[in-house]
């Protein structure tokens, strides 16, 4: 007899596709842990299916003729079908681009401001040592006033 899916709200029928729980202790477990919202009966575990819709592309080996669930393959639930998954994936992509958009940006700020920090510093070596020179010229100017006043 083919059962429906065991996951909550799941919009599947009987003749969807669907997976018998592992028979591996561990792997049974990670699934079991990953459907909790089921609350699944452990000792009727070998009736219940997961239909293919709380697997990924990626659980299945590649057999084009036979979609054959790999070992490693854990459901997930969604409270929706895969269909809005893959938007959401692609939303968190999309935001992901922009960060890095935004990322790069901020970078190149930096090393323009780091451009213009270096002109600041070397403005202010150039006017410190225009300073410099005044001074110099100033005392000289100082001394030349004093050596041709009369002494008293
Ligand atoms: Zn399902």
């Given at each position: 007899m083919v059962r429906k899916c065991?996951?909550?709200?799941?919009?599947?029928?009987?003749?969807t596709p669907s997976h018998k729980f592992p028979k591996e202790k561990q792997r049974q477990e990670e699934w079991l842990d990953v459907l909790k919202e089921a609350n699944i009966n452990v000792n009727e575990i070998h009736k219940l299916r997961v239909c293919y819709k709380h697997f990924v592309e990626n659980d299945y080996t590649c057999n084009p003729r036979l979609r054959i669930l790999k070992s490693t393959a854990i459901p997930f639930i969604k409270k929706h079908d895969p269909q809005i998954y893959c938007e959401e994936q692609q939303q968190n992509n999309d935001v992901l681009i922009q960060l890095e958009r935004h990322e790069a940006e901020i970078f190149k700020n930096q090393e323009v401001l780091s451009l213009h920090s270096e002109e600041i510093l070397q403005t202010r070596l150039t006017m410190e040592q225009n300073i410099k020179k005044i001074q110099e010229q100033l005392d000289e100017h100082i001394k030349a006033t004093c050596k041709s006043r009369p002494e008293l």
């Amino acid at each position: 007899m083919v059962r429906k899916c065991c996951v909550p709200e799941c919009s599947s029928t009987p003749t969807t596709p669907s997976h018998k729980f592992p028979k591996e202790k561990q792997r049974q477990e990670e699934w079991l842990d990953v459907l909790k919202e089921a609350n699944i009966n452990v000792n009727e575990i070998h009736k219940l299916r997961v239909c293919y819709k709380h697997f990924v592309e990626n659980d299945y080996t590649c057999n084009p003729r036979l979609r054959i669930l790999k070992s490693t393959a854990i459901p997930f639930i969604k409270k929706h079908d895969p269909q809005i998954y893959c938007e959401e994936q692609q939303q968190n992509n999309d935001v992901l681009i922009q960060l890095e958009r935004h990322e790069a940006e901020i970078f190149k700020n930096q090393e323009v401001l780091s451009l213009h920090s270096e002109e600041i510093l070397q403005t202010r070596l150039t006017m410190e040592q225009n300073i410099k020179k005044i001074q110099e010229q100033l005392d000289e100017h100082i001394k030349a006033t004093c050596k041709s006043r009369p002494e008293l």
